[in-house]
């Protein structure tokens, strides 16, 4: 009998009423193969699934989870604030405490707006850069991922790439028109559409360090020169820090590169594991947001007390015990070194992309800077391994174009176990047919 029989089940039941049996498409394995695997229960850096199966996650929710699943004062603190009801319609002090603390924690944020996903956050970000300047255009980079909003459906990373879509159905050439794009870390492509578009670009949004082509680091200078564009072209420049966002640092990618954006967007970490996001900036921008300014934006469940809690709380943790991230970039460094070591000693090609508790593992033979480069890699061999850690317990991301997030309920034993499986499976295979 397969030890997933019961997620079998499951997903053939799921694929009856569900489109492809999922939610969202990342899950359904369509990259890896197979059939997709149905959670039960987490606790701490432990997955366990539909036939009892123990799992270590490295992908935590896709960030959320950054202090294990199930973290004790969340829970605490949802199963509290749930009696007072799970919705008013009408404002809390609590969205004034989640607002404040988040200025104590990240630079350039004078006002910020809570929405109920990343998705929304871009959308909005994008719509208020276009009211605030006056322009339709703006640029993306080729494999960012900014959330399913039609301006950004234009070569938009991992979901897409594995599918196969280029171009999405339902997204009309009006719209697609004025999403300009450019290979990442490409600068000499940026100051042409620069140039081409003079007077037209409204903005600039890219993930400061990515993970939606596995996880792909900013070269030295790059943002600090899209920086310099945006201010002399009047360009509202938009980090997009929906994965980055309190997880590379409390201050997020912004005070770990030290950059200032004008415009930054959040999501995962920010709610703790329930659906929230967030857009915020400059007062001088922002301000143009309704109902202060006249660019529109709403939502009935935005700052929803019960998902407003479970940020807090986990914000509040993150805040307090700056050891996080040291802890976090130790253990991160450590998986990253153990595997290095083991394809080295089976003579495996590759690149391992690192920045805090955001890692890939490529295997390739060049450097990976950006899509192009990330799909060159051997896709192949990244779904082979895939499928061996998850039937030994480990629960990589399910494509090899997602950068995988370490939690800090992970145990050094559990990195080791990790690494070890890196050898058991090249050992199994040989360096023979790897190549
Ligand atoms: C996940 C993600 C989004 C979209 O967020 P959702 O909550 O899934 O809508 C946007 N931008 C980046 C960088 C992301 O990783």
């Not at 199930?70 to 509290?80: F, G, H, L, W």
């Not at 200032?260 to 996001?277: E, F, S």
């Not at 595997?339 to 089976?346: E, F, S, T, V």
């Amino acid at each position: 009998m397969s030890m997933y029989q019961n997620s079998k089940q499951l997903f053939e039941r799921a694929q009856q009423s569900i489109p492809g049996g999922v939610n969202s498409p990342v899950r359904a394995f369509k990259s890896v193969g197979g059939t997709p695997v149905f959670m039960k229960s987490a606790k701490g850096a432990y997955l366990y699934d539909a036939d009892g199966n123990q799992y270590i996650d490295y992908i935590a929710s896709w960030g959320p989870m950054i202090l294990g699943h199930a973290y004790e004062p969340v829970v605490k603190a949802i199963q509290e604030k749930v009696t007072y009801s799970t919705s008013f319609g009408a404002p809390t002090e609590l969205e004034i405490k989640m607002a404040e603390l988040i200025k104590t924690m990240v630079p350039n944020v004078d006002l910020i707006r809570m929405v109920s996903s990343g998705t929304e956050a871009c959308m909005s970000a994008l719509r208020l850069a276009r009211g605030y300047t006056g322009r339709n255009k703006f640029i993306k980079f080729d494999g960012c991922y900014h959330g399913h909003a039609d301006a950004f459906l234009v070569k938009a990373g991992s979901g897409m790439a594995t599918l196969n879509i280029q171009t999405v159905p339902g997204v009309t050439g009006g719209v697609s028109n004025d999403t300009l794009t450019c290979a990442y870390n490409d600068l000499p492509a940026v100051e042409q559409l620069v140039n081409q578009y003079k007077g037209e670009i409204a903005a600039i949004i890219i993930e400061p360090v990515v993970g939606n082509m596995g996880c792909i680091l900013p070269a030295p200078g790059f943002l600090e020169r899209l920086r310099k564009i945006c201010d002399e072209e009047g360009i509202v420049f938009i980090f997009d820090e929906v994965m980055t966002g309190f997880r590379l640092a409390a201050g997020g990618a912004q005070a770990k590169l030290n950059i200032n954006a004008d415009l930054i967007t959040y999501g995962k970490v920010i709610g703790g594991g329930l659906p929230v996001g967030a857009f915020g900036g400059k007062k001088e921008i922002m301000q143009h947001i309704a109902p202060l300014g006249n660019v529109y934006q709403a939502g009935t469940l935005s700052g929803n007390p019960i998902a407003m809690i479970a940020g807090y709380t986990l914000l509040n943790e993150l805040k307090n015990n700056p050891a996080i991230y040291e802890e976090l970039d130790a253990k991160t460094k450590y998986l990253g070194d153990g595997i290095a070591a083991i394809l080295l000693q089976h003579k495996i090609p590759n690149r391992i992309n690192r920045f805090g508790s955001m890692i890939s593992v490529h295997f390739c033979d060049h450097d990976i800077i950006d899509f192009e480069s990330a799909s060159r890699a051997n896709i192949l061999l990244f779904n082979q391994l895939f499928h061996f850690m998850l039937d030994n317990g480990v629960y990589l991301p399910p494509s090899a174009y997602e950068s995988w997030f370490l939690n800090n309920a992970l145990t050094y034993a559990d990195l080791d176990k990790t690494i070890e499986l890196f050898n058991g499976f090249f050992h199994t295979k040989g360096a023979k047919d790897t190549k």
